[in-house]
């Protein structure tokens, strides 16, 4: 059986893999708050998410290792993104972490700007706290942890981007 990140343990002993499972088991555990996995917006900014993370690969991938990990899960994660890229970690950067990485990106940022401001904030559905805002608080995070730079030049496309990170602070004090 083949293992992925995230996984979790649930109380009952069981484990469970997989973002959008977890998320959908631990909404049906625990149903209260809803993370409202039905809404449309959910669902956009989960399908989303990868047009962002794509073009700035070559800006984070590389600071994974030496900024997120462990020395043994660096190890890992360095010889499995070699044998994926077919090339080391520190040349996919140098290829890829450009000024053109910024441009390919600015208009899917726009538009998971215009679909967290279509509710008037700070969250994806305004007041209310959905799964959309952990899927992309967590790509906040990750940038932040990866590359504090990176993650100011990505705030910096749009003021709702700060306002949702700011709002989602009592998620991001455990950090963990």
Do not use: C
């Amino acid at each position: 059986m083949d293992y992925s990140s995230p996984a979790i343990r649930y109380e009952d002993g069981s484990y469970g893999m997989d973002s959008w499972k977890i998320a959908h088991e631990l909404e049906k555990r625990y149903p209260e708050p809803s993370l409202h996995l039905d809404d449309p917006i959910v669902i956009q900014v989960r399908d989303h998410i990868g047009k962002i993370m794509g073009p700035l690969t070559g800006y984070i991938l590389p600071r994974v290792p030496t900024h997120i990990l462990g020395p043994a899960s660096a190890e890992y994660f360095d010889t499995t993104r070699e044998k994926m890229f077919g090339k080391p970690l520190a040349q996919v950067a140098q290829e890829t972490a450009t000024e053109q990485a910024w441009k390919d990106v600015e208009e899917p940022v726009r538009q998971i700007a215009e679909i967290l401001k279509k509710n008037s904030g700070p969250f994806f559905l305004g007041k209310t706290v959905s799964y959309a805002d952990f899927i992309f608080v967590g790509y906040l995070r990750f940038l932040k942890a990866a590359d504090e730079k990176v993650f100011d030049r990505f705030v910096a496309f749009d003021p709702a981007f700060s306002a949702i990170y700011d709002a989602s602070k009592p998620w991001l004090e455990k950090d963990n």
